[in-house]
């Protein structure tokens, strides 16, 4: 197929590609977030489009008297798939900044909050440095390797236009949304214990000693020991993250599949 002499027919096929690739693109971590210029996105997604158009064999429910309305319904079918698809990796995401935000809270970090270019809203400083450490497992274990087969599978599985909102992909989607909160209290638990029985010492130390300011050493002496088990629960948090970003592949799959 010659890419540079499209007919009609073929610059729609091109053009419902296009937006699926878009979509699971602008959806996938890293290059969706909103510091990534729009130039680099538009570049990646015409680059990817043009060597899936020429090596993937769909056939796509379009024809020459189609007009724009008609399309619409295939376009947003297209960006369905590619929302879907990115949801997998941004459970995983978000259950890294829950466990941080829940870390910080125990720490008496709740109001030391930073901008989170990614949501572009405020999170704490433990739930953006336990993000940031996920990102970096995700690129680690090549996890974005899968979002480029998945794109490829995705033709397989799915012809554009022929996305399908059945009951299986809900029920999974709602698993997936159950698991943020498993993730997040495996990552956390550790931190989370040390810190209660913390609080616990400091309980029985201010009955046996009421002359002492406890909150004056509490304080201190949780955040020091909230950094010192976050530091010592990396190797842990490598090992959860990368077990979740290594099935991810399965994921996508068997969300491309219930479609």
């Keep these: 197929m010659n890419l540079f002499d499209f007919n009609y027919t073929q610059f729609q096929e091109f053009i419902l590609v296009f937006f699926r690739i878009g979509s699971i693109v602008v959806s996938s971590p890293i290059l969706g977030n909103q510091n990534t ?26 024809s020459e008297h189609n007009s724009i ?7 947003f079918s297209e960006m369905m798939i590619g929302v879907c698809v990115g949801f997998a990796s941004h459970v995983i995401f978000a259950a890294a900044k829950l466990a941080g ?20 809203t405020q999170i704490s400083i433990t739930s953006q440095s336990l993000n940031i450490f996920a990102l970096l497992v995700f690129l680690a274990v ?7 087969q998945g794109i490829l599978y995705s033709f397989q599985a799915i012809s554009p236009g022929g996305f399908t909102l059945t009951g299986g992909l809900l029920e999974t989607l709602v698993q997936m949304t159950s698991a943020i909160f498993v993730v997040a209290l495996q990552l956390a638990a550790p931190v989370l214990a040390v810190l209660f029985f913390l609080q616990v010492g400091l309980g029985v130390l201010a009955r046996t000693v009421p002359q002492m300011n406890i909150f004056v050493v509490g304080l201190p002496l949780q955040i020091l020991l909230g950094l010192l088990m976050m530091s010592l629960i990396l190797p842990i948090a490598y090992t ?15 969300i491309l599949k219930l479609m």
């Design 37 to 62: 210029p729009m130039q680099v996105k538009i570049g990646l997604i015409f680059f990817l489009t043009l060597s899936s158009f020429s090596i993937v064999d769909v056939h796509l429910p379009v």
């Design 69 to 75: 309305i008609e399309l619409a319904p295939l376009l």
């Design 101 to 120: 935000q829940v870390i910080g809270f125990q720490m008496g970090f709740a109001i030391v909050n930073v901008m989170d270019p990614v949501s572009n």
């Design 142 to 148: 090549d996890a974005h390797h899968w979002y480029i």
């Design 240 to 254: 959860i993250l990368s077990r979740e970003f290594n099935q991810l592949g399965f994921t996508i799959v068997q």
